[in-house]
Each structure stands twice: as structure tokens, then as C-alpha cells.
């Protein structure tokens, strides 16, 4: 079974531009998460998807940040536009709706880098 | 304060060691407890569930105490390959959230 994949691995771009992340769940799981990890700090949530509807969005930043999953299958999250504080690695994880345990599966991450 | 609070080593031990992690956490509401893995630029893997009784998965057991808000991780006879970050997780699930709320990772180096 193919796990949760991210694209891309890694991106680089200038202050003021926009860059959009990908992430798609392992097939069937309804439940999708977006979390990060800047330098020297702890993963922390930014958001939760049940399907297409944004079930909690508390940890997201600012309003530079915006998540899409349409359909309720692949995620999107873009952020426009990004300024240096944005720099960390962006993980994704997906969990199977009704596991007791709330197992949640992570993908590779993308690392940006905002220069 | 962080939510969760771990040491962040390293912890540099033999081959064949015994070693054990602690982690607190400070809301009490706090329901669901995990120990992860990770590995250096790779994602975190779920190691073990953390279950009020305690519980064992071969070399390694967890144990939680409620009352004092922490958890432990014990790793017998180490092994090379267990050198990673093993991440301190809890998640509020019956406030309906499912955010993971993590430590910031102790690292263990295990040597030959």
C-alpha cells in the first residue's frame, strides 16, 4: 500500500513569491492533517481535513495560508506570500476515520526555503 | 511552558544498553499518548501507543502515569538502528480535536 506522499521534496524561493505543496493521502483515509517544523522548534498542527471539509484550522499562522482539498482526496497548501519566518519542513499525515488510536501516517515533508 | 516537555539529550549509549526517556505534559485533558520515531530528515513514525496499564512491543515499553502528567519510553538491549529522535506525542481526542501535539524530540545515539 502506496503511503502518504508530498510534493515537492524540497523548494527554494525568494521572499514575496508564492508556493503552493501537495499531499496526498493514503488511499481511503479521510482524515488529512498539515503540520510543520521550524528550525529549533517542535512539529506543530496547522490544520485537519475530514474529506473536503476543514474539520480544525486552529494552528494555521496567517492568512498567507491557505488549504484546499477538493474533492476530499489530494491537499494543497499555499502560501502566498511567503516571507522568511516560513522556512521549515511541511509535513502531511492522513488517518483512517474510526481507528481508536488515531493513528496518523506522515508523509516525507517538503522543505521550503524562503531567502 | 510547552505542552510537552522532553529532554533533548543526546543520549549516547553502547550497543546492548538499556535507556529510557521521560516526557511531561501539561494539560491534564490530554488523552491519547504516543512515542515516535524519527529519523534525521526523514518523517516521524509511530513507534508505540502509550496505554494506561503500560504496555511492552519487544525491546521497548511505555508506561504512563496520569496523575503526574508523564510518560516514559524504557529501550532494552539497544541496537545500532535504534539512533534516532523519539518524539513525545498526546492528543486531546475527546475535545474532538485530533491535533497532535508534539515534544520537541530527544535524540539517542546508540554506539558500537
Known amino acids: 500500500e502506496a503511503g502518504v506522499t508530498q510534493f515537492p521534496s524540497h523548494s527554494v524561493i525568494e521572499k514575496g513569491q508564492t508556493v503552493t505543496l501537495r499531499c496526498d493521502p493514503i488511499?481511503?483515509?479521510?482524515?488529512l492533517y498539515w503540520y510543520r517544523r521550524v528550525m529549533g522548534k517542535e512539529i506543530k498542527f496547522l490544520l485537519h481535513f475530514v474529506k473536503e471539509s476543514k474539520q480544525d484550522e486552529s494552528g494555521m499562522p496567517n492568512n498567507r495560508f491557505l488549504a484546499e482539498r477538493t474533492g476530499g482526496t489530494y491537499s494543497t497548501l499555499k502560501v502566498q506570500p511567503a516571507e522568511l519566518e516560513d522556512s521549515g519542513v511541511y509535513f502531511c499525515?492522513?488517518?483512517?476515520?474510526?481507528?481508536?488510536?488515531?493513528?496518523?501516517?506522515f508523509g516525507p515533508g517538503t522543505r521550503l526555503t524562503v531567502l | 511552558r510547552k505542552e510537552v516537555e522532553q529532554d533533548p539529550g543526546p543520549f549516547n549509549v553502547p550497543e546492548g544498553a538499556t535507556v529510557a526517556f521521560n516526557c511531561t505534559y501539561s494539560n491534564s485533558a490530554s488523552q491519547s499518548f504516543f512515542w515516535y520515531r524519527q529519523d534525521c530528515r526523514k518523517e516521524p513514525k509511530l513507534l508505540m501507543s502509550v496505554y494506561s496499564s503500560g504496555n511492552e512491543d519487544g525491546r521497548f515499553t511505555a508506561q504512563l502515569n496520569r496523575a503526574s502528567q508523564y510518560i516514559s519510553l524504557l529501550i532494552r538491549d539497544s541496537k545500532l538502528s535504534d539512533s534516532a529522535t523519539y518524539l513525545c506525542?498526546?492528543?486531546?481526542?475527546?475535545?474532538?480535536?485530533?491535533?497532535?501535539?508534539f515534544g520537541s524530540g530527544t535524540r539517542l545515539q546508540v554506539q558500537p
Open positions: 488511499s481511503g483515509h479521510d482524515n
Open positions: 506525542v498526546v492528543n486531546n481526542r475527546d475535545t474532538g480535536r485530533r491535533a497532535l501535539t
Open positions: 499525515a492522513s488517518s483512517q476515520e474510526g481507528r481508536g488510536d488515531n493513528e496518523q501516517f
